[in-house]
């Protein structure tokens, strides 16, 4: 299928079918029209799609004419250039000795009711001391300027350790907003919608179950589906396999077990040897002191989902993946998909399987 016909590809990250975060969306939205905390941390992993939110929340600000907004991806590391960029947007250079009054000066100096700045892909920027710094100037100008300024952050690990460490007056002001794996309905929309494809529901409960809903790994697996042919539920087998083999097993994988951090990678153990769900009021005594932050870390990577208090892991695929590559303690309880109503999976001879009543097999080898 040409490039052209395949709305999930794109070279802009995050410009994909967006889906979902109705929540999210409804929350910052309200907050950055009205004004009041409109101060916000948006902190997901890789591919998790806080770029793709934070697209669509500037469609929707952008949409008042009386606000001014900004979306500034990946901002320089260096704290005094990108104080430099933030000047070029607003129109005026920026006092690197008075940045807090030369914010507010120049947000003032606009002729709009109120200024947005999103800030995405952070990280880089806060891994230094200066870069910290002029977060807090952020916070200090918008507090100076009473409702005329909105800033909302998007970021991964580091902006996760950095509300931890309690360290940071702006997080501690801030709307913490994490993104999760997308619900089995919203998975539907992004698989069924773009190109009004007629999905069986267990097809796609397995791919649910699979991907955990993950929003990086279902565009990868439709953009290859898609781009093998005009059927794309019956070319989902070998897009999987495809995107298993060549992809995930290779780059995400590896960088999401590293982000799960000691704690995070043996409580991700702990759960799959339960092979049931784990009550809230079991996950102290189960998981350790703290389990709350712990729990952020891994349903934010994507490998775990907390519904109604249940505690479960989550995507087959990245299951699969680790029996293989640190099958350490992982003996007593080899992998198996958790069963759900119309969909089971499990691992033999290094392939993973998902059978679904009704419907056709989807396979990849992991």
Not at 22 to 50: D, F, I, P, Q, T
Not at 204 to 218: F, K, M, R, S, Y
Request: charged share 25%; with cysteine; net charge neutral.
């Amino acid at each position: 299928m040409p490039d052209r016909e395949n709305p999930y590809r794109s070279d802009i990250p995050g410009a994909g079918p967006f889906v979902g975060r109705a929540n999210e969306l409804a929350l910052l939205a309200s907050a950055l029209h009205a004004g009041r905390r409109a101060l916000a941390a948006v902190m997901g992993g890789r591919g998790m799609g806080k770029t793709a939110l934070a697209l669509e929340l500037r469609k929707r600000i952008a949409a008042d004419p009386t606000k001014l907004v900004h979306l500034v991806r990946r901002p320089s590391n260096d704290a005094a250039t990108f104080l430099s960029q933030l000047g070029s947007l607003l129109g005026v250079p920026l006092d690197p000795i008075l940045p807090v009054e030369s914010i507010a000066e120049a947000v003032d100096a606009l002729d709009r009711s109120r200024v947005v700045l999103l800030l995405d892909e952070i990280d880089g920027l806060i891994a230094s001391e200066a870069g910290r710094d002029l977060l807090e100037n952020l916070r200090a100008a918008y507090e100076q300027l009473g409702g005329r300024l909105g800033i909302v952050i998007f970021g991964g690990s580091r902006l996760r350790d950095l509300l931890s460490s309690e360290a940071s007056p702006f997080l501690r002001t801030a709307q913490w907003t994490p993104l999760h794996g997308l619900s089995l309905a919203e998975t539907a929309a992004l698989l069924r919608e773009p190109l009004d494809l007629a999905m069986p529901d267990p097809l796609i409960e397995a791919v649910w179950e699979q991907t955990g809903g993950h929003p990086l790994l279902l565009q990868m697996l439709m953009e290859r589906a898609v781009a093998l042919g005009s059927d794309a539920a019956r070319h989902l087998h070998e897009a999987l396999r495809d995107l298993a083999e060549h992809h995930l097993a290779a780059t995400l994988f590896p960088i999401w077990w590293d982000n799960l951090t000691p704690r995070g990678q043996s409580v991700y153990r702990t759960l799959l040897g339960l092979r049931r769900p784990l009550e809230r009021r079991e996950w102290a005594s189960t998981l350790g002191n703290g389990p709350d932050a712990v729990v952020e870390i891994l349903s934010t990577t994507g490998v775990a989902r907390a519904d109604s208090g249940q505690l479960l892991p989550r995507c087959a695929l990245f299951r699969t993946w680790l029996e293989q590559n640190h099958p350490q303690g992982l003996g007593r309880h080899r992998l198996q998909g958790r069963r759900r109503a119309g969909a089971r999976g499990h691992c033999s001879g290094g392939r993973f399987r998902v059978r679904c009543d009704g419907g056709p097999t989807v396979e990849a080898a992991a």
